[in-house]
């Protein structure tokens, strides 16, 4: 049996932010999910998550996961006194418990299930994850004897100038036998620097106590400002650029993109410097993105070319071309072959095969046909002050430059717009409308005066 604690109680003063820390994003999920998400593939038996500072706000913020237990510790004091908190919701539990700090985002999955098997193996009391750092400055030191014994952890803030220069750090990850370590947390005192109750005290009194050490200590760092959140940042984005190329996905300055987990690529896709990817996006084999893009919540299937653009929430289909400049907003859906140019913003429209919306247009609300051709300057009217309105453009339509339909309007297949046309009622199939002021001539005019 395993139970999995989350130390999320702490109110992250060195973050100076109105955010509990364990709040803070990194590449696009919480501190505190991705501490969750790393711990998944051990199939946990009970997940309890220590909650303190901001509770409520935490606890919704994570309510839409399932299986969790919401433990309070009221006021926080201390690691140890977390702890202390979980004695009555697994009294009678039978088996280990992994303990992690909530502000401990990079770990790798693989390395926690090492730790559970190591831990599992060797029958100690508690094993716990530790690395050595050039600049181990911060962390709790680890007293250790070559084999892998562990006899104390001091914390910085209490460590003799010998212990400080241990560079054995504690990285805050535990499996302790939970029997033994409910025995003992009633034990622990006060008497330290910060007059809190330390988890890391239990190691002490716990024997036999094992560590072991991970290979890329980045993996274990603790995020407990904006340096360390951006260093995290980093981290991540490197991890999730490798796995792409790794893949079959061309980035020409990796560095200069941004990545999301719920962003997906097929072969062959090539990112252009400075494009980011957010949220849930499926990306088609074959596309071409960049430079300089945004992209949300969007699909790409195959062959789809973008430039200089912001597409959220849409589905752009196989072989389009989007921008230099354009904007797809939410529900914007282009099939197969259609052509966004420079300065059009499409929203909440659907745009049949082959249309081409090539400059200077606004399409809110619409549904175009195949092969509509819409001029430069074309805007659907799609407000009238209180509400939204459709148009309807049947295929193979065409409108003239700097057309205004005024919706609710719908224009038959075939029909011709022609320029300047500000157009308010429903046109037929075939026809050709017309809704502009008529050119009139005057003779021998004097023009402007010198
Ligand atoms: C802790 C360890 C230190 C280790 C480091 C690794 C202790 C005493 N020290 O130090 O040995 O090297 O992590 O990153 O454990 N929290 C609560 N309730 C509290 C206090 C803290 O839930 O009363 C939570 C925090 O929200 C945080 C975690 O525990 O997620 C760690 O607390 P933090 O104050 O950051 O501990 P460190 O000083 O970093
Ligand atoms: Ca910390």
């Known amino acids: 049996m395993l139970a999995v604690a989350v130390l999320a109680a702490g109110k992250g003063t060195r973050m100076k932010s109105a955010l509990p820390k364990v709040l803070q994003p990194l590449a696009g999920a919480t501190l505190v999910e991705r501490v969750l998400a790393s711990c998944e593939i051990l199939a946990p038996q009970r997940r309890l998550l220590i909650l303190g500072h901001q509770a409520e706000r935490v606890q919704a913020t994570l309510e839409h996961l399932p299986g969790l237990e919401w433990v309070l510790q009221q006021p926080q004091n201390g690691t140890g006194h977390a702890v202390q908190q979980l004695l ?102 006060a008497d330290n620097d910060q007059g809190e109750l330390y988890l890391t005290d239990t190691v002490a009194m716990l024997s036999p106590a094992m560590h072991v050490e991970v290979a890329d200590a980045a993996e274990i760092s603790g995020i407990n400002d904006r340096l360390q959140l951006a260093q995290g940042e980093a981290v991540l984005q490197q991890r999730l650029r490798d796995h792409w190329m790794r893949e079959g996905v061309s980035f020409v300055d990796p560095g200069s993109c941004t990545l999301s987990e719920g962003t997906r690529f097929g072969r062959d896709v090539m990112v252009e410097p400075q494009c980011h990817f957010r949220g849930t996006n499926t990306i088609g084999e074959g ?12 699909t790409l299937e195959a062959g789809v070319e973008v430039l ?143």
Not at 287 to 298: S, Y
Not at 361 to 378: E, F, K, M, R
Not at 403 to 416: H, K, R
């Open 88 to 189: 009555a919701p697994l009294a009678g539990f039978d088996g280990d418990l992994l303990v992690l700090n909530g502000d401990v985002p990079l770990l790798r999955p693989d390395t926690l299930a090492v730790l559970l098997a190591r831990h599992q193996a060797s029958g100690a009391a508690v094993t716990l994850l530790t690395a050595r750092l050039a600049d181990p400055s911060g962390y709790g030191r680890v007293i250790a004897d070559p084999d892998g014994a562990v006899h104390a952890i001091v914390e910085h803030r209490d460590c003799n100038d010998e212990q400080r220069r241990i560079n054995l750090i504690n990285a805050g990850i535990y499996c302790f036998n939970w029997e033994k370590l409910a025995a003992v947390l009633p034990e622990l005192s």
């Open 287 to 298: 596309c071409r993105i960049g430079p300089g893009c945004l992209v949300e919540d969007t």
């Open 308 to 450: 200089h653009s912001v597409l959220r929430g849409a589905v752009v289909g196989a072989r389009c071309s989007v921008g230099p400049f354009a904007q797809l907003r939410p529900g914007a859906v282009l099939a197969e072959g259609c052509r966004i140019g420079n300065f059009v913003e499409v929203k909440a429209s659907t745009l049949a095969a082959g249309v081409k919306v090539n400059h200077l247009s606004y399409i809110g609300d619409a549904d175009l046909g195949a092969d509509v051709n819409v001029g430069a300057g074309t805007i659907t009217a799609n407000y009238d002050g209180v509400r939204k309105h459709r148009t309807v453009i049947g295929a193979g339509s065409k409108t003239g430059a700097n057309s205004v339909l005024v919706a609710p309007i719908t224009l038959g297949v075939g029909v011709t717009v022609g320029a300047g046309s500000t157009l308010t009622r429903d046109v037929p199939s075939g026809s050709l409308a017309l809704g502009r002021a008529p050119q009139r001539i005057k003779d021998n005019w004097p023009g402007p005066q010198p």
